[in-house]
Structures are given as C-alpha cells and as structure tokens.
C-alpha cells in the first residue's frame, strides 16, 4: 500500500472514531451520533405516512430539508476537522512527504466519508418514500425515476449545504487561524447542534407547513426551492419555472464547490505555514474565577474551585461533555416551549412551560456537571495533590459544592428571573428565582449524597452511578423535577401563604441535607490514594483516587 | 504541619532510610537502601537505568509506601505524620505531570492553595520564581504550548514554593538551557547553605562531581557505594566520578558496544 493510500485510510477512520469523550479524541464521530438522531425520527412519520394518505409532496421535500440540515450539522460538527490542520502538519510534517499530499489525502478521506454517510443517512427515505408515494398501478419505471429523482434532490442539497459550510470554515480559518475559532466553534456547535435536533421534533408533527414554503418567495428559502425544482424535473413534474430554479441551483453548487476549494487552498496554506510557529501567549487567565473565589473560605477550597473552573473552561473533554448536557438541557427546554407553542389548549399551559424552562435547564446542566466531575483531567498530574495532601479533605471536596453553585444554580436562577420577569414582571421574576435557586440547591445536596472524590482527579466511577440501570430513575426524578415542581410553582403563585411553606420546607430540607453532607465530609480524613498494579510502567498512581 | 515537627525542623533534621525495600509484584525494584542526610548536604543518587533510583525517590516524597524498611525524617517515620512530612519536603519528579490546560502562574497558584499557603505570599513568590527562572512572557500561556524546559522550571517552582526543608530532586535538570542549569546550580548550593538537604539524581555525572558533596551509587537495586566524591576516586582509584560509576555498575565498554551496532547496522 503506498503512503498515500496509508493516509487517506488513517485520515477516512478519524472521522469515524466514536470516542468524543476521550482524551485526545478527535470530535468528529460526533457527525454519525447527529445523523443517526437526525434520521432517527424517520421511523415513526413513515409509518405515520402509510397509514394517512395524502400530498407526499411535502413529505418528500421535507425529507430532502432533513438531509440538507444532516449535511449541515455534520459539517458544523467538525468544525474546523475538515480541512487538513496545523497537528496535521505537526504529526506529519516530519515525515517524508510533501504539504499538497497530506492536503490531498485528507480531502479525499473527507470526500470518502462524505460519500458514505450521506447516502447512509437519506438512503430509508430515498428507497421507502417512493415505495409509499408512488402509486401500485404505476410501473417499475416510475417507481425507479421517482427514487432517483429523490436521491438526486437530496443529494445536490446535502452537498451544497456541505460546500457552503466548508467554504465559511476555510474563510475563518484563513482570516483568523485555527486557534481562536476551534474549541469555541466546537461547544457552540454541539449546543446548538442539540438544540437543534431537540427543537426539530414538535415541528416534524407539521409537515404540511412545507407545502407553503415551496411556493415562498423568501429569499431564505430559495435553495429549498433550487433542489426541489430539480426533484421536479427528474420526477417528470416540471412546473413552469422549475428548469430556471434548477439551473440557479446548479450555478450555486458550482459556485459554492469553486469557494470552498480556494478558500480551503488559503486555510491549508495558512495552516501549514504556521504549523512550526510557536503558539501565540493566551491572554491573562480569566479574572472571572479569581473573583468567584474570594467567596469560598479556605485556601484550599479556592484553588480546587478555581482549577475546577479552568479545567471546564479549557480542557476539550469537559468542555464537549457539558456543552452536550447544555444542549440537550437547551433542546429539552426548546422542544417543551415548541410543543407548548403548537397544542397549548390554555394559558396555564404557557406558563407552565415557562417555569420549567430554567427547571429542566438546571437539572440537566448540574447532572452534566457532576457527572464532569468523574471524568479526570491529565491522570498523571494528579501526583501533585497527593504531594501536598494534609489532614483533611473537606476542603477540597466543597469545592465540589462550590462548583454546582456558582456555575449550575447561579446562571440558572438569573434565566429564571429574567424570563419570568420579562414575560410576567419584576415581582414574578423574583419569585421564580427564588423557587428556582431552593430547588436546585436541594437538587446539588442529592446529587452530593456520597460524594467524596476531589473533582476531576478520579477515574472511579461510584457503584450508586450506574446509569444502565438507574435510567428509569434518572427521567422519573427529571419530570418530577422539572414539570411536577413547575406545575406547583404555578398554581401558588396566587397564593403567597401557600408558596411560603413549600419555599420554606424545602429550604428546611437543603439545610439538613447540606449538614449532613459536611458532618460526612468532615468525618473522611485526609485523601487515601490507591495504586496501579504496574507503576513502571505508569509511573505515578494517584489516578485511582478515592476516599 | 505541627509545630512540634516544625521547631524540630528548624533546629535540623536529619532524613534517614533504614533497609528500605520495594517490590512491584514478585519484582524487586528496590533492596534494603539504607543512608541518612544531614542538613546542609547536596548527595547526588546515581545509578544506571532501572536500578530503582526513581522509586526510593518517591518512597523517600511519601508517594509510594515502602514494602519494608522505613524512612525517619527527624526520628520519626514519614508514615507517622505524612501530612505533616510533605509541608516540609518538596519534590521534583522525571517527568514533567502537569496539568496542560493551566497555565504556569494557574499551576502554581493550585500548588500554593493546596499548601494553604497565603494568597499574597504565593503571588510574590510566583512573580519571583517565574522571572528568574524565565518563565515571565509565557506566565499567562497554557502548560500544553511549554517545551520541557519550561515544564521543568515550573516543577521547580512549584517544589520550592513553600520552601520546603527537604529537596527531593528526580533528574531535575532534564531540558533545561546552560543558563538555567547555572542558576539551579547556585540555588541548590544556596540552599543547602540554609541548611536544607537536597536529595539530588542524576546521569550527568560532570554535573553531580561539582554540585554534590556525597554519592550514593545505587546497583540492581542496592547501594553499591555511598562515600563524598573524592574519597569513592581515592578508593576505586578513579581519575574521575564517570569511571568510578563505571567500574560501580560493572559497566561494559561502550566504545566496543558502539562499534559493534555501527557494524550490525552495515551489514
């Protein structure tokens, strides 16, 4: 096999390597998990289809939508993994090969994946939507062309939206280097990604609004219609304007591959040139954490707290994994109001929905928070807590506590006050902050309930947190939480007496709860670490870390 | 840290080992080393790859336990109060652990809060030790973007931030420029003056003749010889540390050894 080749295969299994949260993982098998959730909802509106029989139109260019959005998450999911980077240059560089080749190589690995996992996506809707729409007394023929027609739709769309995110990445990456767009770009891109697919599911219950949008004149719209035109011809239902429209999709394609393939000329350059430069000095680190630690009391507490924050700031593992709670927290929320939206019957409904925005935000951004915290950060670092442990690790762990406060109930609490105040006024804005910082604070002591390992250090999974059983738990405790507590929080808000009492037992509750916690903390002693069977090899074990 | 061991400290303490052994598995790494450091000493700990110089070192930091034997710092055991042990001892492993998403000033400041030393103190003493190690115009820039050099000085400084009565040194000039070696040099001679006891290995045996007043040469395991510079010459008759070393460690002839790669690779 020649390098080439070795290249192109080495670059094709990056971009399906499943193991985001791994450290030093490459994002990109976040791609397969987005279009597997995107065609996801297939299944059910087939069948759905199959049993109402009505316009397929829609439905059909409702599927070529979805595959031109899977294209486009794809696309933004890997941020700025597509185009050949600086560690690209990096790794290879020393090897003897030339810049074009690695450039070559991993385009075509991308052209590669491209070709598989757009097709593998769209392939249930171009095979079966024509199977369902296409009439019985139809011919093989016609069946055939409407299958083709479909795929060639879809897949003009996919790739268009493909190129056109491409041609921007390049852009960015030409006009402002791969540092200060790549962790970034991807956290944002796995939020709203979530958000976007969560968001997507009460609108799937409309398909019958695509019939308007492909008459829309909306310039937003217009690709839709470009590709939907080229259905038509293929399908034989050409309208009057329709080769027009297909011919202006052909010129955008066109013109987005020439853009993306310059620009993308540009970013490559721009990164192999600057693979061997030394990376420009970050700015002074954030103040923000420094002031967040004047709060906490011991010395100890503050520097945990504080490596706790840059640790969710900076390190990719955890910045994925909570951007992923933070968009799943964020869809939910979205999808709750969206559905809210369409089948709301009253104006409690409304309400109630509203309360529970920043109830299930919060829960879902302080379980993925705590759940961070098992996740270590640099292993064989750790030796530096073991070097400097002292009598008593209460210190350390309430950092843990401090954690869940400032960066899961603080931010909570104020969406909850400024959409509760925003929507209703000042007054209700107060009160839900206030429902919403005892209840998550009450959430905090049971999500501590036995915790006792410093944050980021261990690799140790604690039995009471298997998830593969304790699922069912998880979701009751989620809508309780979340629409059972809104619901309440509703129908006190005209009675203050009433709403005192539950405000004032549930803080009765964290108290005690948060009580406990200390006395069990304090009663642990000082750290204990536990050691790896073959320290030759691994020099340093405090990663197995526990109490 | 009690204050007992603290006035024990600050009259001088010695660091003891006594038949200390460690084994990983059925595998023994370490056999019945036994040597004490006075206040004052620089001993360098030399010994050929694997012989277990780095596991009495972390036995001697508290961050392995020994199978048998024990380490006294001031007649006590360090297992008795390691707590207590590690406020006074600073150690500087081979390689450089930390954490990359930091930066060195971060680092530093973690290291200073989980010494519970003062915020004020930590920040002078940071600004200190980063300027004249060099490390000013890369403070705010994340460990990941350091070369070893630079992980190296934060390893330093991070040992002496506390400043701590025992120096426990693991290659601790691994990386580090002419200039940088110069002035780690003068520190450990400095502070060793202070009284403190460094705890020093090495294979740049050039670097241990000028630096160290005492060596213990550690074989397969076990001390092999343990005597100041000049008396192991007088004694093996060396002309210089790097032959005794070699004479120690029943060390084969290298030029033989080179040749006959160079000749395996030829043909």
Redesign the interface.
């Known amino acids: 096999m020649t390098s080439m080749l070795r290249l192109i295969r080495h670059f094709a299994r990056l971009f399906f390597n499943p193991d985001i949260a791994v450290a030093g993982a490459d994002p990109r098998g976040v791609w397969v998990v987005i279009a597997a959730v995107l065609a996801f909802p297939a299944v059910p509106l087939f069948l759905e289809l199959a049993v109402a029989a009505g316009d397929p139109l829609p439905w059909l260019a409702f599927y070529m939508l979805l595959g031109m959005a899977v294209s486009g998450l794809m696309a933004a999911a890997a941020w700025d993994k597509l185009l050949p980077t600086r560690a690209d240059f990096l790794i290879l560089g020393a090897l003897p090969m030339r810049t074009w080749a690695i450039a070559v190589a991993k385009l075509t690995a991308l052209a590669l994946a491209l070709a598989l996992v757009v097709p593998g996506v769209n392939a249930f809707s171009v095979v079966v939507l024509p199977i369902l729409t296409v009439p019985d007394s139809a011919g093989m023929g016609v069946l055939l062309r409407a299958m083709g027609a479909q795929a060639a739709a879809t897949a003009a769309g996919s790739l268009w939206v493909f190129l056109v995110i491409l041609a921007l990445q390049a852009a960015m990456l030409a006009a402002f280097g791969e540092d200060s767009l790549a962790e970034r770009g991807l956290r944002l891109t796995v939020i709203f990604g979530l958000m976007l697919v969560l968001g997507l599911a009460p609108i799937l219950s409309a398909p019958g609004a695509f019939a308007s949008a492909l008459r829309s004149r909306n310039p937003l719209l217009q690709p839709l219609r470009w590709f939907w035109a080229v259905h038509a011809i293929l399908s034989g239902a050409a309208g009057v304007g329709s080769v027009t429209l297909a011919w202006r999709g052909v010129e955008a394609l066109a013109a987005a591959g020439l853009a993306a393939l310059m620009l993308g000329a540009l970013a490559t350059w721009r990164a192999a040139s600057t693979a061997f430069a030394?990376?420009p000095?970050?700015?002074?680190?954030p103040r923000l954490s420094a002031w967040l630690g004047r709060c906490l009391r011991?010395?100890?507490e503050?520097?945990?707290f504080?490596?706790g924050l840059?640790?969710l700031a900076?390190?990719r593992q955890h910045a994925v994994c909570l951007s992923a709670w933070l968009g799943l927290g964020a869809g939910l929320a979205a999808a709750n109001f969206a559905w809210v939206i369409l089948w709301a019957e009253s104006a409690a409904q409304v309400g109630i929905a509203l309360l529970a925005a920043p109830l299930i935000l919060g829960f879902v951004l302080l379980m993925g928070l705590r759940q961070g915290f098992a996740i270590p950060?640099?292993l064989?670092?750790n030796?530096?807590?073991?070097?400097?442990?002292?009598?008593s690790a209460n210190a350390?762990l309430q950092a843990a506590w401090a954690m869940l406060a400032f960066c899961g109930v603080v931010p909570v609490a104020s969406i909850a006050f400024c959409l509760a105040g925003w929507c209703v006024g000042a007054r209700a804005g107060i009160e839900a902050a206030t429902v919403t910082v005892l209840l998550l604070l009450l959430l905090v002591e049971v999500l501590l309930l036995g915790f006792d390992k410093v944050p980021y250090t261990c690799s140790h999974v604690s039995g009471r947190a298997n998830f593969k059983y304790a699922w069912p738990l998880y979701c009751a405790g989620f809508a309780v939480f979340s629409f059972t507590s809104s619901s309440w929080e509703f129908r006190l808000r005209t009675r203050p007496g009433a709403n005192l009492i539950v405000a004032v037992v549930v803080a009765g509750l964290v108290l005690g709860l948060s009580r406990r916690r200390r006395r069990c903390w304090q009663a642990l002693g000082?750290c204990r670490y536990t050691?790896r069977?073959?320290?030759?090899v691994e020099?340093?074990?405090?990663s197995g870390t526990d109490f | 840290m009690t204050t007992a061991l603290r006035d024990r400290t600050i009259a001088g303490s010695t660091l003891e080992l006594r038949g200390v052994a460690r084994s990983y598995g059925n595998v023994p790494a370490v056999r019945d080393v036994s040597f004490s450091l006075q206040p004052g000493e620089i001993c360098g700990y030399l010994g050929a790859n694997g012989c277990g110089k780095t596991t009495t070192l972390r036995m001697v930091a508290g961050l392995l336990p020994p199978t048998s034997g024990n380490i006294f710092y001031d007649g006590q055991s360090i297992h008795a109060d390691l707590p207590g042990y590690r406020e006074v001892m600073g150690y500087v492993p081979e390689e450089p652990y930390l954490y990359s998403h930091l930066s060195g000033t971060e680092y530093l400041e973690l290291v200073g809060g989980l010494r519970r030393l003062p915020a004020t103190a930590v920040r002078r003493r940071i600004e200190v030790a980063l300027g004249t190690l060099g490390l000013s115009g890369s403070r705010d820039a994340p460990i990941s973007t350091y070369s070893k050099g630079m992980k190296q000085k934060i390893l330093l400084a991070a040992a002496l931030l506390h400043d701590p009565e025992v120096l426990i040194l693991d290659e601790p000039l691994s990386g580090l420029d002419v200039n940088a070696v110069q002035l780690v040099h003068h520190l450990f001679r400095q502070l060793a003056e202070r009284g403190r006891i460094v705890l020093y290995s090495s294979h740049i045996l050039e670097v241990v003749e000028r630096l160290c007043n005492r060596v213990i040469v550690l074989h397969q395991g076990r001390v092999v010889a343990d005597a100041p510079v000049t008396r192991l010459r007088e004694l093996l008759q060396a002309p210089s540390l790097d032959a005794a070393f070699a004479q120690l460690t029943a060390r084969r002839d290298p030029e033989a050894d080179a040749r006959a790669l160079v000749k395996a690779l030829a043909e």
Request: charged share 30%.
């Open positions: 030394r990376r000095t970050h700015p002074a680190a011991a010395r100890e503050r520097a945990v504080r490596f840059a640790t900076r390190d950060v640099d064989p670092a030796w530096i807590f073991q070097q400097s442990d002292n009598a350390r000082h050691e069977l073959n320290p030759v020099p340093f074990m405090t």
